[in-house]
């Protein structure tokens, strides 16, 4: 590695987005003719990896039928040169490996496995479901460790134990424990991804292989210009695009939660046709949209 190319092993890509599941107008349906304009869109904007079906992609609303379509969609919008990711873990890991291996007949390049929630298993309990899952398709996995919702942490034992899995490369960290994650990196190949927006920049000058955002799909431009500089050792210029985002990140992924407030800014954009949720998500209201608006105006991404 010279001083010129300091990127880091990167098995799914830099600039991740987790995409949020564009619905019709009623709700019941996913648009699918939406969710391909937005898989192109992000595209255009910088990012070389798309996440299908995760916690701001309404995962746990959507039926089996409507995760596997809307995949089967953004592979086909975006070609085969972009990652695509589906998220396939739930509390159920029979469940799970069912989505994993359906997934794995339309052609994506990865799965997206988040700790499993609500039942809290033990850590055993947790290396056997992804375990499980990891060993029932030929995909590379991408472990999702955040407890705030899952309600677990993996532990560093945890986490260097599935790493001895061939096809588990990476993790999403929505935990903010850096030091686990530093040595973890410094004593395995298991590579890191920030999923936390406003740790972006802190992940990457750790040696981060990217990120998976809910922000990028709002602001794709500024997200390449941060990683693009850290690759380059430029940190005035990633330190920049960092402040640009922060009220960015801030209004997403402040008060309202960022599945809602990332659909709000793309109907600002005029990206997506409405900003309709699905329970137990309600939509903006007046005033979050224009406390959105103004943050989307001030970053100059409206």
Do not use: C
């Not at 739930?90 to 994506?108: C, F, M, Q, W």
């Not at 005033?287 to 409206?302: H, P, S, T």
């Amino acid at each position: 590695m010279t001083s010129t190319d300091l990127r880091p092993a990167r098995p799914f890509g830099a600039v991740g987005t987790a995409m949020v599941t564009p619905l019709t107008e009623d709700g019941h349906g996913v648009d699918l003719e939406a969710a391909q304009r937005l898989a192109r869109h992000v595209v255009e904007h910088g990012h070389d990896m798309i996440v299908v079906s995760g916690t701001t992609g309404e995962a746990p609303t959507l039926t089996d039928v409507e995760k596997l379509d809307l995949a089967r969609a953004v592979r086909e919008a975006v070609g085969s040169e972009i990652t695509v990711l589906a998220g396939v873990g739930t509390y159920d890991t029979a469940h799970s490996i069912d989505l994993a291996r359906e997934h794995a007949k339309l052609g994506l390049d990865g799965l997206l496995v988040v700790t499993p929630y609500y039942s809290k298993p033990s850590q055993a309990g947790v290396i056997a479901h992804t375990t499980a899952i990891a060993d029932s398709t030929d995909l590379p996995v991408m472990l999702y460790d955040i407890p705030g919702r899952s309600g677990i942490p993996l532990a560093y034992e945890t986490i260097m134990r599935l790493g001895e899995n061939p096809r588990i490369l990476a993790v999403k960290d929505a935990k903010a424990d850096l030091q686990q994650a530093s040595r973890i990196m410094a004593q395995s190949d298991l590579t890191y991804y920030s999923g936390e927006d406003a740790l972006n920049l802190p992940w990457l000058t750790l040696g981060a292989s990217g990120i998976v955002s809910v922000v990028s799909q709002v602001a794709g431009d500024l997200e390449q210009e941060m990683i693009e500089a850290v690759d380059r050792s430029d940190l005035l210029t990633a330190r920049t695009a960092h402040r640009r985002l922060v009220p960015v990140v801030e209004a997403i992924m402040g008060q309202l939660p960022g599945a809602v407030a990332a659909k709000t800014a793309l109907h600002l954009q005029g990206v997506l046709p409405h900003a309709v949720m699905r329970g137990p998500h309600v939509p903006a209201d007046q005033d979050q949209v224009r406390a959105l608006a103004a943050a989307l105006e001030a970053a100059g991404l409206l």
